[in-house]
Nanobody, 125 residues
């Protein structure tokens, strides 16, 4: 069964940090670009960050620049999203998604092939 599983969400105080993980099972992430999305209550889903197959290309939403870092460990078949300086505005369900890409393609936020079920991040004092 092909699936992505997010973990690492939880409750954190403003200014705190969390590291989200996106682990794949049933397939290897080596051939896939990975993107993180989030959806806050009452809002549309938005792309937060993405990383290419080779990790040579990364992209961040303006809201994530300077605070979030995406990385991947293909040996562990896992992608991470390190989130620092969290604020209540970051509260959302965070999803990872995979898109099969050619070796040198840039990462993307559209037309994803697989999605995880999400992990909830709550930033509150």
């Amino acid at each position: 069964q092909l699936q992505l599983v997010e973990s690492g969400g939880g409750l954190v105080q403003p200014g705190g940090s969390l590291r989200l993980s996106c682990a794949a099972s049933g397939f290897t992430l080596d051939y896939y670009g990975i993107a993180w999305f989030r959806q806050a209550p009452g809002k549309e889903r938005e792309g937060v960050s993405c990383i290419s197959r080779s990790a040579g290309d990364t992209n961040y939403a303006d809201s994530a620049k300077g605070r979030f870092t995406i990385s991947r460990d293909n040996a562990k078949n896992t992608v991470y999203l390190q989130m620092n300086s969290l604020s209540p505005e970051d509260t959302a369900v965070y999803y990872c998604a995979a898109k099969r890409l050619s070796r040198w393609s840039q990462c993307r936020f559209n037309d994803m092939d697989y999605w995880g079920k999400g992990t909830l991040v709550t930033v509150s004092s």
